[in-house]
């Protein structure tokens, strides 16, 4: 009995909830630190054009949001909370992607 408890504790852990609305990021901090992570590299971008970026990409999701599926939303969500720099260009970029491969 012991073991079915602490997998249900362990399990409960995974379960990610999803809004009705797009998540909130913090696109600042997500920015700086991916920037800083490719510090060195020809990478050409600046803080503030990351920024533009990922708002330009939340106002996409604003309106493709509700007409996205639970389980949709909660794969993608999930896969942004993973690595602790979330990103609005990657959500949008999941959710599309499912969305293309559901088509037949």
Known sequence: MP????MMIVGSQ????VADT??????????????AATAGLSVGQS????VNDEQKAR???GSLWSKMSGPQKESCVGQEAVGGTP????LLT????????RKP
């Not at 073991?3 to 602490?6: K, M, N, P, Q």
């Not at 803080?47 to 990351?50: E, I, L, N, Q, R």
């Not at 990103?87 to 990657?90: E, R």
């Open 14 to 17: 995974l379960l990610i909830p």
């Open 3 to 6: 073991f079915s408890i602490s």
């Open 94 to 101: 999941c959710l599309q992607m499912d969305q293309w491969a």
């Open 59 to 61: 106002r996409q999701l």
């Open 22 to 35: 797009v998540p909130k990021f913090d696109v600042a901090r997500s920015c700086k630190l991916d920037l």
């Open 47 to 50: 803080p503030k054009s990351c």
């Open 87 to 90: 990103s609005y260009v990657s």
